[in-house]
């Protein structure tokens, strides 16, 4: 099944419902499932992008290219290599929440309005991100805390990379009503 467009994906994005539903993302890892709540209070536009891309299956079979002890997590990269993205970029929506242990942020450039697909996950709290990058979710619960800083644990190589790949087989995405 070919990808969608970026066109197709923004249209998509704009169809969710953040008003009478909320979302919530599992990232089916080779180290485990990553339950992932959406905060589409703080960052709507952030949270609408990123279901529209796990929907259409853009996560699917990725990777986390880059680990940082003490720091986060990284993936959403389509070449796996941190230098990919959708073919749009989403303006930033810096907000009050604290980047620490499990807290969801969107990866960028120099440029805050650059976020694209790549995500992070922290593994610590790193306050000098706060107000320069997006939060815009955090782990569901303890077992996915747990998966995330497994994942944190693993050998790496140059550039950050995992020695061993850290598989997203499969992104799904869960809604319900508020």
Known sequence: MPKPSAAELQKAAQALDLDHFAYELTLDTSAGPIR??????????????????????????????????????????PQGTGTGGPGYTIPAEFNRTAHEPGVLSMARTSDPNSAGSQFFICLEKVPH??????????????????????????????GDRPVEPVVIKKATVAKKAK
Do not use: W
């Open 36 to 77: 992932l709540a959406f905060d589409a209070d703080s960052a709507p536009g952030h949270v609408r992008n990123m279901v529209a891309l796990a929907e259409s299956g853009f996560y699917d079979g990725g990777c986390f290219h880059r680990i940082i002890k003490g720091f986060m997590i990284q993936g959403g990269c």
């Open 129 to 158: 991100l706060d107000r320069q990058y997006t939060a815009f979710g955090r782990t569901a619960d303890q077992a996915s805390l747990d998966v995330v800083k497994a994942i944190g644990a693993v050998r790496t190589g140059g």
